[in-house]
């Protein structure tokens, strides 16, 4: 039985420019990640995550080369999304915490130790497991490194587990939904 699903194509139905909503099982939440043109560059992009029109989430992040993506997953068993919110330096997993009333971070991939600067990159597999993969980018002709975590969602403790699945894999993009 799978238990987290990726969301394919563009997150959310479209609210507007760079926003996106979302039906949760807490109500109408809605995503909006813009780029600052003015400011410092640790405060380059900013997000702000409401529900049912509170703001329940308020953060800026550093200009990163590329940009930032943000990919979706549900959890089957419960309903709850979790959103990963990455670059080509870091990855973040976002979702509403009831208790607090607030978008929480879950996982940061600053967090978790691969051995080697990698690209961060969270993904949900057929199996449905959800994957935190930091994988090597070398044009020089070095073999690739990559390093595996699989999160697990511990629902008495409202919070991820993981489980450090080590060195080895191939590329995460060959296994995600």
């Given at each position: 039985m799978r238990r987290i699903v990726c969301f394919a194509g563009t997150p959310g139905e479209q609210k507007g420019r760079n926003q996106h909503g979302f039906t949760t099982n807490y109500g109408e939440l809605t995503i909006q990640v813009r780029k600052l043109?003015?400011?410092?560059?640790?405060?380059?992009?900013?997000?702000?995550?409401?529900?049912?029109?509170?703001?329940?989430?308020?953060?800026?992040?550093?200009?990163?080369?590329?940009?930032?993506?943000?990919?979706?997953?549900?959890?089957?068993?419960?309903?709850?999304?979790?959103?990963?919110?990455?670059?080509?330096?870091?990855?973040?997993?976002?979702?509403?915490?009831?208790?607090?009333?607030?978008?929480?971070?879950?996982?940061?991939s600053q967090n978790y130790y691969s051995g080697f600067k990698g690209v961060p990159q969270f993904a949900a597999t057929e199996d449905g497991d959800l994957i935190l993969a930091v994988e090597s980018i070398y044009l020089d002709g070095r073999p690739q490194e990559r390093h595996r975590y699989r999160l697990v969602w511990d629902e008495d403790k409202n919070w991820f587990a993981y489980e450090d699945l080590g060195a080895g894999w191939p590329s995460i993009a060959r296994e995600a939904q």
């Open positions: 043109l003015m400011g410092p560059d640790d405060k380059r992009y900013h997000m702000i995550a409401t529900l049912d029109k509170e703001r329940v989430y308020d953060a800026h992040y550093p200009e990163i080369a590329g940009g930032y993506s943000l990919a979706v997953f549900r959890d089957a068993a419960n309903g709850n999304l979790f959103f990963a919110f990455e670059s080509s330096e870091r990855a973040y997993l976002l979702g509403y915490d009831g208790a607090s009333k607030k978008l929480v971070t879950y996982a940061d």
